[in-house]
């Protein structure tokens, strides 16, 4: 099982990035995906998640209304849209897949090797 993140990057206040994610080596359809972020310091935090059917999301209350997370099956992949990006969102971000959909970090067994994520004030 292996979940491969890609995108990150550097950019300035209020651009725009988007995040993909890519697992291989395992049944994806059936599983939530979720996104963490890891700040230097601090612990890896819930950004996002997404149901198996892509039908719910939930957000972490800091990126609502910037942040979209989607799902594309066919390609086995996830996607992190990220606009309007602040300093604060500054972080490694990981993402992972669970079969259960939760914000719970602690449920998810698969996880990729994170992207950089620098947003410059």
């Known amino acids: 099982v292996q979940l491969q993140a890609s995108g990150g990057g550097l950019v300035q206040t209020g651009g725009s990035l988007r995040l993909s994610c890519a697992a291989f080596g395992r049944t994806f359809s059936s599983d939530a995906m979720g996104w963490f972020r890891q700040a230097p310091g601090k612990e890896r935090e819930f950004v996002t998640t997404?149901?198996?059917?892509?039908?719910?999301?939930y957000y972490t209350d800091s990126v609502k209304g910037r942040f979209t997370i989607s799902r594309d099956d066919a390609k086995r992949t996830v996607y992190l849209q990220m606009n309007s990006l602040k300093p604060d969102d500054t972080a490694v971000y990981y993402c992972?897949?669970?079969?259960?959909?939760?914000?719970?970090?602690?449920?998810?067994?698969?996880w990729g090797q994170g992207t950089q994520v620098t947003v410059s004030s």
């Open positions: 997404i149901r198996w059917s892509g039908d719910i999301t």
């Open positions: 992972a897949a669970s079969n259960l959909f939760s914000r719970l970090r602690s449920a998810y067994d698969y």
